[in-house]
């Protein structure tokens, strides 16, 4: 059980906007920034978002973050085959056992 | 060109020991925290542990505690993982991923190809 909630997957047709979500507490999300990454089989994953929404020195402008209380959001717009990977969302959390933490990843299925 | 290659995985019994290195090029190693990161077969990540860019900061998730010990070489611009007392459950994919900051975070901005650890009798 992740202390982030992802929806298992998501699924878009090429050139659509697809949205995935990213929920945790006050603990997390809610006091602290989110990162993005997205991991496709066999490959190191790869830094998206940080700081909630700053894109890397690479990444497309097709890719952005927000965030707002204790949810965050991945938007991919212009969805390409090769975005067809999962996607996860990272914090920090100040819980007692205090770390990084990431949500359960969001399987994105171009049609 | 940032480059993170682990080494050291492979297949152990239950309760016996392994270690993971990860040589580290392409960025000044000794200004950033560096962390290991797990990713069970068809699960999800899992953040293992991390230090700061001097060692003083560590954590670890609790899964892992008293039994994994994080390590690095400033000078040989490596990481180590020593595993002791491996479990079934520890078996995973383990990535060595390096954070944008000095001390301890939440932002990994470069990860390795990962190394696969088994642990099976």
């Known amino acids: 059980q992740s202390v982030l909630t992802q929806p298992p997957s998501v699924s878009a047709a090429p050139g659509q906007k697809v949205t995935i979500s990213c929920s945790g507490s006050s603990s997390n999300i809610g006091n602290n920034y989110v990162s993005w990454y997205q991991h496709l089989p066999g490959k190191a994953p790869k830094l998206l978002i940080s700081?909630?929404?700053r894109r890397p020195s690479g990444i497309p402008a097709r890719f952005s973050g927000s965030k707002s209380g204790t949810a965050a959001t991945l938007d991919i717009t212009g969805v390409q085959t090769g975005d067809e990977a999962d996607y996860y969302c990272g914090t920090w959390d100040s819980s007692l056992s205090a770390g990084p933490v990431f949500g359960g990843g969001t399987k994105l299925t171009v049609l | 060109e940032v480059q993170l290659v682990e080494s050291g995985g492979g297949l152990v019994q239950p309760g016996r020991s392994l270690r993971l290195s990860c040589v580290a090029s392409?960025?000044?190693?000794?200004?950033?925290?560096m962390h290991w990161v797990r990713q069970v077969p068809g699960k999800g990540l899992e953040w293992v542990s991390g230090?700061?860019?001097?060692?003083?900061?560590?954590g670890y998730v609790d899964s892992v505690k008293g039994r994994f010990t994080i390590s690095r070489d400033n000078g040989e611009n490596s990481l180590h993982l020593q595993m002791n007392s491996l479990r079934p459950e520890d078996t995973a994919i383990y990535y060595c991923?390096?954070?944008?900051?000095?001390?301890?975070?939440?932002?990994?901005?470069?990860w390795g190809q990962g190394s696969l650890v088994t642990v099976s009798s």
């Open positions: 230090l700061s860019w001097n060692g003083d900061n560590i």
């Open positions: 991923a390096k954070s944008s900051l000095i001390d301890l975070g939440a932002v990994f901005d470069y």
């Open positions: 392409g960025f000044t190693f000794d200004n950033y925290a």
């Open positions: 700081e909630n929404n």
